[in-house]
């Protein structure tokens, strides 16, 4: 990394910089310019961004180099990641579709959500049984028995299935009956829950927090590559913004700048990046354009009934037109879609 140095930075502050670092093992390279002293230090660089060098007198900046997520930079796989779940391929060309309804809310209910959603050409199923809620009042997901629904109906209908983990204590029992992890929004930085997560094994679906820098983001993935698990899908679900005529502000140029900082796919997800169903499909398609590798949706076969998210849930029919135009978008952009 550099150290600049302020201009009238006297000759004893300079001093006492080269000397402070040398005392703690840094070994320096300093450039004197016209106005300007500039010093490249070398080290772990981690370490010394920790370390608050900006606090010696005389240091104005500190310019870092190295990324702070160097396994989940496009460099280190150039040619980009495909995460498989099951046959399908995130990542790979063809815009993946997942779509369900926001949570498993009875047996039935999703059975015929499921196979609506099937027909209407789905790759992935989705359900939550753990729902991430902001008021402990209300519906917060069947639990384990909406795991067991999850995992039946997916066979049943014969698609991979992705759920959340919202708790350390529930990994494991989650990755016993879904194909695909989720981490939600509001557990982006949860680095617990990641780790465990990244130890089931399974592919992760990080979605990115509701707040979150896409450096933050990328760093919240490095988490789970640095333990060893490389099926990672990054998830765009709109971020808070000052405007509440939508839910969230979805933000699509995250996408392509995405596709030169990362090696990972990305997924949009329009239904909580707007929280209004009309806004859906269209977002999706302007997702597709943008080069995501798939979309996730939220469909339930009567929404005015659902017990969550009920605002944002498009019918399987509005799924059903959406699909083809989504892949027919995809194949006129064509394969340079697919790369950065
Ligand atoms: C969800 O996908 O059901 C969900 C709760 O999303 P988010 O974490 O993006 O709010
Ligand atoms: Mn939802």
């Not at 997560?197 to 927090?209: E, N, Q």
Request: proline residues 7%; glycine residues 8%; charged residues 20%.
């Amino acid at each position: 990394m550099f150290l600049l140095l302020r201009t009238g930075c006297t000759p004893e502050e300079r001093n006492n910089l080269l000397r402070g670092l040398e005392e703690i093992g840094i070994s320096v390279q300093v450039s004197e310019g016209h106005h300007r002293t500039v010093i490249g230090i070398e080290g772990n660089e981690d370490r010394l961004r920790d370390m608050a060098l900006d606090r010696f007198p005389g240091v104005e900046k500190v310019v870092p180099l190295a990324t702070p997520h160097p396994l989940a930079a496009r460099e280190s796989n150039p040619a980009g990641t495909v995460v498989e779940v099951g046959p399908v391929r995130i990542g790979a060309g063809r815009p993946a579709v997942i779509a369900g309804p926001c949570s498993v809310e009875d047996a039935d209910l999703f059975v015929a959500a499921a196979h609506a959603v099937k027909r209407a050409g789905a790759d992935m199923l989705r359900g939550g049984a753990f729902k991430p809620r902001t008021s402990p009042y209300l519906f917060r997901g069947l639990g384990k028995r909406g795991l067991q629904i999850l995992r039946e109906t997916g066979d049943a209908v014969d698609l991979p299935v992705v759920t959340e983990a919202m708790d350390t204590r529930h990994t494991d029992l989650v990755a016993e009956y879904s194909d695909m992890v989720q981490v939600g929004s509001r557990n982006m930085q949860n680095y617990p829950l990641l780790e465990a997560v990244a130890d089931t094994g399974l592919p992760v679906l990080l979605k990115r927090g509701r707040a979150c820098t896409v450096t933050e983001w990328l760093c919240a993935a490095e988490y789970i590559l640095n333990r060893g698990n490389a099926q990672v899908v990054l998830c765009e679900r709109g971020l808070v913004s000052f405007d509440g005529a939508v839910r969230n502000l979805l933000d699509l140029s995250c996408v392509p700048l995405l596709k030169q900082l990362s090696h990972l796919p990305v997924v949009v997800d329009p239904s909580h990046g707007t929280g209004r169903c009309e806004l859906v499909a269209p977002m999706a398609r302007a997702a597709v354009a943008a080069g995501a590798d798939g979309v996730m949706i939220e469909v339930h076969p009567d929404p005015v009934h659902a017990l969550s998210d009920a605002r944002q849930a498009i019918l399987p029919e509005q799924l059903e037109s959406l699909v083809p135009r989504l892949h027919a978008i995809h194949a006129v952009l064509g394969p340079a879609a697919d790369t950065p």
